[in-house]
């Protein structure tokens, strides 16, 4: 059974920092790319950024670029989702996906996970 858990989730001030964890179960780690979506209330589900399966490149939204940092372990089937210098417009639900060896910033992921919630307030 695939398992993708986020954590890290949490209120924050503006301008401050909050680190995400997605702990993958159930899956080849080392065969997936690894993305963050985000959705906010009454909003459509968007790409925040993604990490290729093979060491390859990242890619990151316009809105995240040079705040927030994706990174992986795989040897702990983990990926992390560092976000600093955080805006009232980054809350949202925050969530984990892996795609089989394809890296994408749509939402064409074959797995999901529940979902962390990330609060900033003003």
């Known amino acids: 059974q695939v398992q993708l858990v986020e954590s890290g989730g949490g209120l924050v001030q503006a301008g401050g920092s909050l680190r995400l964890s997605c702990t993958a179960s159930?899956?080849?780690?080392?065969?997936?790319?690894m993305a963050w979506f985000r959705q906010g209330l009454g909003k459509e589900r968007e790409f925040v950024a993604a990490?290729?399966?093979?060491?390859?490149?990242?890619y990151y939204s316009g809105s995240v670029r040079g705040r927030f940092t994706i990174s992986r372990d795989s040897a702990k089937n983990k990926v992390y989702l560092q976000m600093n210098s955080l805006k009232p417009e980054d809350t949202a639900v925050y969530y984990c996906?892996?795609?089989?060896?394809?890296?994408?910033?749509?939402?064409?992921?074959?797995?999901w996970g529940q979902g962390t919630q990330v609060t900033v307030s003003s």
């Open positions: 990490h290729d399966w093979s060491g390859g490149p990242t």
């Open positions: 996906a892996a795609r089989w060896r394809e890296i994408a910033t749509t939402n064409d992921y074959d797995y």
């Open positions: 159930g899956i080849t780690f080392r065969s997936y790319a």
